[in-house]
């Protein structure tokens, strides 16, 4: 197969060359980024030598281009001074041409059979096929490839044209998503690729399919499972496609019943045949609720391979390839990519966290680019990708039930950085009850399960025993959706753990200041006000964890208080205050308990607590016994701060016991220091003594002498520590896996270059 490169991207051709010429000189040449690279784009030494490869990507453009181009490299070789010269150019050269090239090299290049033109590629492609292979989207953008998928094409999607298929080739960013889910599909014949919307499974599914038609097979898209039928023949290689095959159907009993049966036919039928390979995508929990619903998809013997793709896959590399790919392919104008360059726009959006091939095909199409002015186009590309709910909106309010809903309303107020499984049901449970009961909802034993199977792959991934949300700006998107204030008084009555109300109220009362939330909103936690008092602070299946503190439920009860005033609250309060849970810790509690008496009795917004008096003397009691039975050292330091910035509103008794445990620490010094090993540590114990001894009146001799102590422990652990290192250990180097930022912006240059 013959190549005329055009359909390569500057990095594809520079990747493609250093892997070809590598192979063909058995080395292996360290790779650069395009751009102003110093006339490198491939690099290997061996025994003092250098060799250096330059890539110049010409296809299509006349000889003189090249020639004027080489001219001025010339300088940037002559200062390389390798032992070695190597050219491979995507244009096609003459005997002639690579006579004048070596003329204007000059004394680098060995011979004229180090320049190699398009013809002497192409040869190397033959010899060494395994590279070729490598390359996907170097075979894929064959004539004769693209010719295949333009006839199967038609026979389905009447609409597409040649150019729009090799325009998805060209933007098409070569990953590991690829190579992953072609091995599933041989293994299983029927492979269904999931993910979120817009992360590019049409797109994957497309490639796949692509692959099988580059090798002889009869590439087969449908719409219909009747198109599948009539199309199937068993002595053809036959690969089927079928795109959202689950769609805007309905995903009631009655829609799926006119279908399903015939979808677990197909995929049997597939998996039958030697010859036959079926590719189907779909929003994951899209296919969940199908199988939930449907006896015929939920059979067991009807499991097949899914693949979820998801964008963290993508590499830095891979995603600055994606946007490059279609900047390009879209002929985006020069004033806009160099708008993007020089604001530092290119890396806010490889970089960006809500980053999706969706919103880069929407931000890159020419008719919407041509639409803004060059000044204006970083601003909305980032705001495009600061506002995702076009990707979610649909997809969650349209394609999954009330029950998934709930599900991921109850994580939303879990931890954002994932939440055990086991307390995902038990959220969920109890959020499921309330808004089940409420709006008459049916409730089954089983739908946190059958949630999870619907919601996993599109909206949550689930490792090891962990659940996140698949993608933050989902995260972003239900932000927005919750700002609803009936629907959190739903929510506030729902609630099982402290960690999980204290969240709630925080959303609902976020960039508002205290006293301004709704009185009704704190009213709705009046049902679990008492409870706090009963969790548990430390929960221990399955694993141990902490359900937040004493002194943070008092303050959230408190705070309830002071936004409703209901009696119920009082109540909680006080019984919290003399039987908390697991009792008061100084560790966990101390500072914060005494910046709670400070503003009962400072007029701040805890004014008029109907037992203002009672509530701070029983804080004060239990700060001073944890004082006297011992506080550690950072302890200590956090509540004497405390103590020293609301000391006028606490009493001496309690300052007198804070005191009193200042100068116990001092005493101590010398023993508590023979128990420690780390010079740091122990640096810091000398800092904190001096802060704290003026506090307590501590006469400054007995301080020297607690801080000699300190100073002569550090003294003998600095003598006794080893000369000897530990072994030390080098990352292994993969110059695939290293993109910084000069990489990024240097790639990106390169669509400003006239040749381009």
């Keep these: 197969m013959s190549y005329d490169f055009k359909s390569l991207s500057h990095p594809d051709f520079e990747d493609l060359v250093r892997d070809l010429l590598g192979k063909h000189l058995d080395v292996s040449f360290e790779g650069f980024c395009s751009g102003p690279d110093g006339g490198i784009d491939g690099r290997h030494s061996r025994a003092g030598k250098t060799t250096v490869l330059q890539a110049k990507h010409y296809a299509g453009s006349p000889f003189t281009a090249l020639k004027s181009m080489m001219k001025k490299e010339r300088k940037s070789i002559d200062v390389l001074k390798p032992d070695r010269y190597l050219l491979a150019t995507s244009c096609g050269l003459t005997p002639t041409n690579k006579k004048q090239l070596g003329t204007v090299i000059g004394p680098s290049l060995l011979g004229e059979s180090d320049i190699f033109g398009q013809t002497e590629l192409n040869f190397l492609l033959g010899r060494f096929p395994e590279v070729e292979k490598a390359h996907v989207k170097l075979w894929l953008s064959s004539s004769a490839v693209l010719d295949r998928v333009l006839h199967a094409a038609l026979h389905a999607f009447t609409a597409i044209t040649r150019d729009e298929i090799e325009a998805k080739v060209r933007v098409y960013a070569q990953n590991p998503s690829f190579a992953q889910s072609a091995g599933k599909l041989e293994e299983q014949h029927v492979l269904i690729i999931s993910g979120p919307p817009g992360v590019g499974k049409t797109t994957l599914a497309e490639m796949l399919s692509y692959a099988y038609l580059a090798e002889g097979w009869d590439l087969v898209p449908i719409r219909s499972l009747t198109d599948g039928f009539a199309a199937i023949t068993d002595a053809k290689k036959q690969i089927f496609l079928f795109d959202d095959f689950l769609g805007r159907v309905a995903l009631d009993k009655q829609a799926l019943s006119m279908k399903d049966s015939d979808l677990a036919r ?371 330091e956090q509540m004497s701060d405390a103590i020293e910035d609301g000391r006028r509103m606490l009493s001496k008794n309690l300052i007198d016991a804070m005191n009193s445990a200042i100068e116990e620490e001092i005493i101590q010094a010398e023993p508590r220091a023979a128990e420690s090993d780390s010079e740091s540590t122990l640096q810091e114990r000398v800092e904190m003594l001096t802060k704290l001894a003026p506090r307590a009146g501590v006469a400054a001799g007995r301080l020297a002498i607690a801080i000699t102590a300190i100073q002569d422990r550090i003294s003998a652990i600095a003598e006794e520590a080893s000369d000897d290192q530990g072994p030390s250990f080098t990352p292994a180097k993969d110059d695939k896996d290293i993109f910084g930022d000069e990489q990024l912006r240097d790639l990106f240059t390169s669509l400003l270059d006239e040749t381009t």
């Design 266 to 636: 197909f995929i049997r039928r597939i998996k039958g045949s030697a010859n036959a390979r079926f590719v189907l995508t779909t929003r994951a929990y899209i296919f969940e609720e199908a199988r939930r619903v449907s006896e015929h998809l939920a059979d067991k013997r009807l499991d097949v391979s899914k693949f979820v793709l998801d964008v963290g896959v993508y590499t830095r590399r891979i995603r600055a390839r994606i946007l490059y790919n279609h900047l390009a392919v879209a002929g985006t104008g020069k004033r806009h990519v160099r708008a993007l360059i020089e604001t530092g726009t290119i890396e806010k959006i490889v970089d960006h966290r809500n980053y999706n091939p969706r919103i880069i095909e929407w931000m890159t199409d020419r008719f919407h680019v041509e639409a803004m002015d060059a000044s204006e186009y970083p601003t909305e590309f980032l705001a495009t990708l600061n506002n995702p709910s076009r990707l979610w909106d649909i997809a969650f309010r349209n394609h999954i039930d009330a029950r998934s809903r709930h599900l991921l309303y109850a994580l939303f107020f879990c931890s954002e950085y994932g939440v055990n499984i086991d307390d995902a049901r038990e959220s969920f449970e109890a959020l499921h009850a309330v808004l089940c009961s409420k709006y008459g909802l049916p409730r089954d034993p089983k739908d946190f399960e059958e949630s999870v199977k619907i919601l996993e792959g599109g909206f949550i991934n689930i490792s090891g025993t962990t659940i996140t949300y698949i993608n933050p700006s989902f995260r972003d998107y239900l932000t927005e959706y919750l700002s609803d204030g009936a629907m959190l008084r739903d929510f506030a009555a729902a609630a099982c753990r402290f960690k999980w109300a204290e969240a709630v109220w925080r959303f609902g009362t976020r960039n508002r200041p205290l006293g301004t939330a709704d009185k009704q909103f704190a009213d709705a936690f009046k049902p679990i006000a008492p409870m706090l008092s009963n969790w548990p602070i430390w929960r221990e299946v399955p694993r141990l964890r902490s359900d937040g503190t004493n002194a943070g439920r008092l303050q959230l009860l408190l705070e309830w208080w002071a936004e409703s005033g209901a009696p119920e609250f009082v109540a909680a309060i006080m019984r919290l205050a003399k039987a908390p849970p697991d009792g008061w810790q100084a560790w966990r509690d101390g500072s914060e308990l005494i910046e709670v008496v400070v503003r009962l009795r400072d007029g701040g917004y805890y004014e008029n607590f109907p037992q203002e008096t009672v509530l701070a003397e029983i804080l004060e009691r239990e700060l001073i016994d944890m004082l006297r039975f011992g506080v550690a050292a950072d302890d200590l």
